[in-house]
């Protein structure tokens, strides 16, 4: 299961390189945030900064991100451009989005933000007592 569920976050980052050769953002994003294993935003792939899989269209974060990579006059994710956008709540959800990515959640997506306050450990997965 677990090397099924590898495979498939491959083949969906092999999706985003063969659609907009955006593999080394995504690889960066990933190597630089972190995000908690097994988050939302771990296994978000393209769709931590585009509107939908596939699509190129750019969510609030990914445009935030843009216009960091801009002001900063390079076509990397990296620690400046991350530090940029850290204080920024792209999705207007009242989490910033260095909150959200520590807690694994999707900057660019309002419905997804941290059940507990930042700072805070997340709420436990269900099924778990978390203790
Ligand atoms: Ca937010």
């Not at 596939?54 to 969510?59: A, E, F």
């Not at 801009?70 to 989005?97: F, H, I, P, W, Y």
Request: proline content about 5%.
């Amino acid at each position: 299961m677990r090397s099924f569920r590898w495979l498939l976050g491959s083949a969906i980052a092999l999706l985003c390189v063969a659609a907009f050769g955006s593999a080394a953002i995504q690889i960066e994003f990933t190597k630089l945030a972190k995000p908690p294993k097994d988050s939302a935003l771990a296994k978000a792939a393209c769709v931590t900064c585009h509107k939908q899989m596939g699509k190129t269209d750019l969510n609030a974060y990914g445009k935030d991100l843009a216009a960091a990579m801009k002001a900063l006059k390079t076509k990397q994710v990296n620690a400046a451009v991350l530090t940029r956008v850290a204080k920024l709540d792209s999705d207007k959800d009242g989490v910033t989005n260095a909150d959200e990515v520590k807690a694994g959640t999707l900057p660019g997506d309002a419905k997804s933000k941290p059940t507990a306050k930042p700072g805070e450990k997340s709420a436990p997965p269900k099924g778990k007592s978390g203790k």
